[in-house]
């Protein structure tokens, strides 16, 4: 079973019909809205404008967690991989800093 607002916040992003970019074949072409170049529906993502698990936080509780995973289609942005992926590593950038300065508070003689 499928979460119907993210595939909603895709459909938001459609912008006309035109040739994919990979391929040159007729298709629907969606806007990322992080880089704002043109892609196929299928190389989209549905991404939660805020996350699931904050970098700054951490897991808080299951019922922030399920609030943040099942949000309606304006808690999407439809961005293409490649914004997908930077988005992705800074956020697991923080995390490995936030895990990395509070293991050195805990034992500051291992710096």
Same mark, same amino acid.
């Given at each position: 079973?499928?979460?119907?607002? /993210?595939?909603? =916040?895709?459909? /938001?992003?459609?912008?006309? %019909? @035109? +040739? %994919? +970019?990979?391929?040159? #074949?007729? $298709?629907?072409?969606?806007? $990322?809205?992080? $880089? @704002?170049?043109?892609?196929?529906?299928?190389?989209? #993502?549905?991404?939660? /404008?805020?996350?699931?698990?904050? +970098? %700054?936080? @951490?897991?808080?509780?299951?019922?922030?967690?399920?609030?943040?995973?099942? $949000?309606? *289609? !304006?808690?999407? !942005? *439809?961005i293409c991989e490649t914004c997908h992926a930077k988005k992705t590593a800074q956020e697991n950038e923080i /995390?490995?800093?936030?895990?990395?300065? =509070?293991?050195?508070?805990? %034992?500051?003689?291992? =710096?």
């Amino acid at each position: 079973m499928r979460w119907k607002p /993210r595939h909603d =916040a895709i459909k /938001r992003a459609f912008v006309r %019909n @035109g +040739p %994919n +970019p990979k391929t040159g #074949r007729p $298709c629907k072409l969606h806007k $990322c809205e992080c $880089c @704002g170049e043109l892609f196929a529906q299928g190389d989209l #993502r549905a991404d939660h /404008r805020q996350p699931v698990v904050d +970098p %700054n936080v @951490g897991f808080v509780s299951w019922d922030v967690f399920i609030d943040r995973m099942f $949000c309606e *289609a !304006d808690g999407y !942005d *439809a961005i293409c991989e490649t914004c997908h992926a930077k988005k992705t590593a800074q956020e697991n950038e923080i /995390r490995r800093q936030i895990k990395s300065d =509070a293991k050195q508070s805990t %034992n500051p003689d291992q =710096a």
